[in-house]
């Protein structure tokens, strides 16, 4: 006995449906698995990052993923071979990573109510001088954010005014970003002499 074609069609429907929602579910669980191995990558990249470790490492431990997950979960290997850990991804990682608190600071910077600077000058192992540049500000809630804002390399020479015309560089981007930051200046230099730069 045959269906009727009402029947037919309801039949054919229910059945393109459920294909639907089983392609749909396969292709939103490709989807988590990649989200997931992106966003195991960005974290790893930040673990390598603030433990000051060689950008290579990022495939030394990728391996010690893929032996770990043959030993303890073979089933799902296949997951752990979709982070790419590179060192050109783990570069790319890390930047994007700078790039957005970059972002944040700047948003929060917005609402500072006062702040102040912090500079660090040393020598690094190549012979140039770098000046770090770290912010502390307030907001009107008294929540403190304190960051490292630049690392600025002092090239020639590393008079106050060399030092002066950098850190006011640096403030200016984040002015140029829309933050309501006013200069100006007493420093202690190696806590010998106290310099006002009037500029």
């Avoid at 008294?142 to 950098?166: A, S, Y």
Wanted: glycine residues 4%; hydrophobic residues 40%.
């Amino acid at each position: 006995m045959t269906d009727s074609p009402e029947k037919s069609e309801r039949k054919k429907f229910s059945n393109l449906k459920a294909a639907f929602a089983k392609q749909r579910n396969f292709f939103s669980g490709i989807n988590k698995s990649s989200e997931d191995s992106v966003r195991a990558s960005f974290v790893i990249s930040e673990m390598i990052a603030k433990s000051s470790r060689p950008f290579t490492e990022g495939l030394f431990i990728k391996e010690c993923l893929l032996k770990a997950s043959e030993i303890l979960c073979p089933d799902r290997k296949k997951v752990f071979e979709g982070i790419s850990l590179s060192a050109n991804t783990v570069a790319c990682r890390i930047t994007d990573l700078a790039d957005n608190m970059q972002k944040q600071l700047i948003q929060i910077s917005k609402d500072f109510e006062a702040f102040s600077i912090a500079l660090d000058e040393s020598t690094d192992v190549s012979d140039p001088a770098e000046c770090a540049v770290f912010i502390r500000g307030v907001d009107c809630n008294l929540n403190i954010t304190e960051e490292l804002l630049d690392l600025m390399p002092l090239k020639g020479t590393t008079t106050g005014r060399d030092i002066f015309q950098g850190l006011e560089e640096c403030i200016e981007k984040l002015r140029s970003h829309g933050a309501n930051l006013c200069l100006w200046l007493r420093t202690v230099h190696h806590q010998h002499a106290l310099v006002w730069l009037d500029y």
